[in-house]
């Protein structure tokens, strides 16, 4: 399974950005998917997690009301709408396949990842 980012970007703090992740080789229904970030000088962290049949979200205390994850199986498609952008969202952003049909917000839960696709935030 391969995993592509795509959506990062430059934006001013307030404004939104949407992140896709396309899963390439993936021959049956997708598995849970999530979203992590990793900012400069900081651990991978979690954003948020979406469970295999996508009536089941989980996110981050940081982003939640902000961030919303869904995803389009029909496209092999992960999406992470960010809105009200926050100076502390600047950070890479990976998507991940999990290795269950349940979401997780524990990185060593998820078996593949993308390269990752970077945000900056600014004043």
């Known amino acids: 399974v391969h995993l592509v980012e795509s959506g990062g970007g430059a934006v001013q703090a307030g404004g939104s950005l949407r992140l896709s992740c396309v899963v390439f080789?993936?021959?049956?229904?997708?598995?849970?998917m999530g979203w992590f970030r990793q900012a400069p000088g900081k651990e991978r962290e979690f954003v948020a997690t979406i469970n295999w049949s996508g009536d089941r979200e989980r996110y981050a205390y940081s982003v939640t009301g902000r961030f919303t994850i869904s995803r389009d199986d029909a496209k092999n498609m992960v999406f992470l709408q960010m809105n009200d952008l926050k100076l502390e969202d600047t950070a890479v952003y990976f998507c991940?396949?999990?290795?269950?049909?349940?979401?997780?917000?524990?990185?060593?839960?998820?078996?593949?990842w993308g390269q990752g696709t970077q945000v900056t935030v600014s004043t």
């Open positions: 991940a396949a999990g290795l269950g049909p349940d979401g997780s917000d524990w990185s060593g839960n998820y078996g593949s």
């Open positions: 080789g993936s021959t049956s229904t997708m598995p849970a």
